[in-house]
DNA sequence: ATTTACAAACCAACCAGTCGGTATGTTATA
DNA sequence: TATAACATACCGACTGGTTGGTTTGTAAAT
């Protein structure tokens, strides 16, 4: 499953073959399908687990951010500096976005499967939601933006800085443009001095 | 051609089949295998020919946007804006990018195109970055952040936009992000009042 | 003794690509 | 102007190999 995953990331899911993956994993073609009844649910598992690890993730991260503060701006700024260094701290490529790369095919996939993607990337948009809007209450800002757009941008820059770290092979993109959704977010609720 | 490039841009190169292409554009088998050696040839010279188009839009808009102020802050805030109101005037959803489809499969393709897609995204890179550096002699701003990463993050809006507009079926996504990418910029370079 | 976990051989459908042949020009010659 | 010579655009049946998936056999575990 884990060879499946790599190999989907490389090839995409329709440019990838069974026998491609029971290959790389070094299984039979009767172990595969005795564990999966057709490509499609493998599909389907696959970015199940994807989305469940995603999720995990993402709270994770949040409860720690969490812990090493009070004030609900710096546990957001914390939040995305913990991406930051976590990605920073890869030194092998990173292998890609499973969600991207799915709807990037999306015709091959059912709704039920676009719906998992669907219900992860927006929890992402809740969680840093709510954190916007504890952050909007406490600190009287000025600037008018809209909270919803502003939390999604911190996924669009992950998906964003993927696309562009995957084309010009360069990994340190992807810590450079959370630095600067870090960046926006403090000039944008900062007190300045 | 058009016809292949929407069926790739839904189904991803390699699921899609060289039959459902000369169906969808209702041409013979043999006419096809007439005008493209193979079928990577047909995806050779279809993102050429995207390449192509996405860098006379650029150049284009980027006149197009000198030409509307003598102030290089002012040029790059309304380029921006420029495909902001471009993007918001779409009514059909965002058919998606090219490059990002074929970088999702990247192990399909051979250098040379990845190299195109490549070529195409620097020129992203330096067009914005050569603005940035004008604006930073011109504005004494006492940010300093990186300017090379700052001119990526206009083309990771754009793919990462594009990535959750597919998922989340909202088209109005992509200008959104695009207007949180000129307040970062007006917050970052322009006067305070 | 039955179920689970796998392996190997196998299958029909489909794949990219080929091939012999046709229709429609275009150019050269007379 | 008529015709021969050639070029380009195109057709769709066909092929060898690959695809996702099945069937049958078997060895271990319960």
Redesign the interface.
């Known amino acids: 499953m884990n060879a499946a995953e790599s190999t989907i990331l ?7 073959t069974v026998n491609a993956v029971i290959e790389q994993a070094d299984v039979s073609k009767g172990a595969f399908f005795h564990h999966f009844s057709s490509k499609a649910e493998l599909g389907r598992q696959l970015v199940q687990r994807y989305a469940d690890k995603d999720t995990q993730h993402l709270e994770q991260t949040l409860v720690k951010a969490e812990g090493l503060s009070d004030d609900p701006l710096q546990q957001l700024l914390i939040f995305v500096k913990l991406f930051e260094q976590e990605i920073e701290s890869l030194e092998e490529p990173f292998p ?1 976005c499973l ?3 799915y ?6 996939f059912d709704d039920n499967i ?1 719906d998992i ?2 219900e992860s ?2 929890l992402w948009r809740t969680r840093v939601l709510e954190k916007l809007k504890t952050i909007e209450k406490r600190y009287s800002h000025h ?1 008018d ?2 909270l919803e ?2 939390a ?2 911190l ?7 993927f ?2 770290s ?3 092979n360069e990994n340190k ?1 992807i810590a ?2 959370l ?2 959704y870090h ?2 977010l403090k ?2 609720f900062e007190e300045k001095p």
Chains 1, 2 share one sequence.
Request: proline share 0%; hydrophobic share 45%.
């Open positions: 490389d090839r995409g899911f329709g440019g990838t890609g969600f991207a790369s709807l990037q095919q999306s015709e091959l676009l993607i669907r990337m927006l600037n933006v809209d757009s502003l999604d941008m996924m669009v820059i992950f998906e964003g800085s696309v562009l995957q084309s010009l993109i450079q443009q630095a600067h960046n926006y000039l944008l």
